[in-house]
């Protein structure tokens, strides 16, 4: 079993992403979760991140509030996409499970320096606000780093939130900056890959057929947020980001991409928030990150599919 510790911004897709690693307890060890600030107020995430907590009925996950805002920007938030909570579309009960009365960031900290080196993988869902902090107070977490796991970034299919950026790197451009220099091994989930993972109507429609409560809310909150991304491409099908984050932990040969340098813009006023990647390594740096273009779509649905079924 690998152990992860999920640093999110709640958000339908990162409670899908949340529901497949609770799901998957013979690969994956969930030791906490780590609410940032991003899709809305970092407040309200660590609510939606106890909710999801509670649907999958693994209330023993312990879950931390992390920063309210980005390390030198103003928080840009994604209500327009994910609804006034963050997590519209599923009626989920308030959650009854205390928040964790450590800060977030102190929390990734000491569990990275009780652990033996390089056993914990972070998987981040959200802007990197916490992990930058954490190797900004204590550098030498880098190297007790597994792996870090992110859906951020794009190259290919460009940007979400800018023509240029994807959301999680815009909103706190500097954090993945550090992240991206940080020398843990790195590997990414970008737009590239996410938009090929389409929520068509079928899919969502097995995923509801499951019959359990866990298919219910994931299908309605696919449902929300698809209504914002179905209009914006026009596709049969909204891309579904953060999950893949944890697919990649489950099974690794549903992506293709290769390993080489990333590096992130924080200057540029038009472009704040690339991912600059060098896939056909046309520069001399260092490479420092798999970066993903693709991915799997039947593969990865199926294995949804058949992890919501094994959930309350
Ligand atoms: C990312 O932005 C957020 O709104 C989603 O949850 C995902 O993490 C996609 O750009
Ligand atoms: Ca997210």
Redesign the pocket.
Same mark, same amino acid.
């Given at each position: 079993t690998r152990k992860i510790i999920i640093d999110? #911004?709640? @958000?339908q #897709? #990162?409670a899908v992403a949340i529901l497949l690693a609770l799901a998957s307890p013979e690969e994956l060890d969930v030791l906490g979760i780590v609410a940032v600030a @991003?899709?809305v107020g970092v407040h309200q995430n660590a609510i939606n991140a106890r909710k999801v907590v509670e649907l999958s009925g693994r209330t023993d996950i312990p879950v931390y509030a992390g920063c309210s805002r980005p390390m030198r920007r103003h928080l840009v938030t994604a209500e327009h996409v994910h609804g006034e909570t963050g997590l519209n579309g599923p009626d989920l009960p308030e959650p009854t499970i205390p928040l964790q009365a450590q800060h977030g960031v102190d929390y990734i900290i000491e569990t990275l320096m009780n652990a033996e080196p390089k056993t914990i993988t972070l998987c981040t869902?959200?802007p990197l606000t916490n992990i930058a902090m954490a190797l900004v107070k204590q550098p030498a977490i880098a190297e007790r780093i597994q792996e870090i796991v992110m859906?951020g970034g794009a190259y290919f299919e460009v940007g979400n939130i800018t023509p240029a950026a994807e959301f999680?790197i815009y909103v706190d451009p500097e954090a993945a900056d550090v992240v991206m220099r940080c020398g843990a091994p790195i590997t990414i989930q970008p737009l590239d890959v996410t938009h090929m993972i389409q929520s068509t109507p079928a899919r969502l429609a097995a995923i509801k057929a499951i019959g359990n409560k866990s298919g219910q809310a994931v299908h309605d909150m696919l449902t929300f947020s698809e209504s914002f991304d179905l209009k914006k491409y026009g596709w049969d099908g909204a891309p579904l980001?953060?999950p893949t984050v944890i697919a990649y932990l489950l099974q690794p040969d549903l992506f293709e991409g290769r390993h080489c340098n990333v590096a992130i813009e924080t200057a540029s006023e038009l472009t704040v928030g690339m991912t600059v990647v060098d896939y056909w390594h046309v520069t001399g740096r260092a490479y420092n990150a798999t970066y993903f273009r693709s991915g799997n779509a039947e593969g990865f649905y199926k294995l949804l599919t058949e992890r919501l079924a094994r959930l309350p």
């Open positions: 999110t #911004d709640p @958000g #897709d #990162d @991003g899709n869902l959200g859906m999680n980001h953060d």
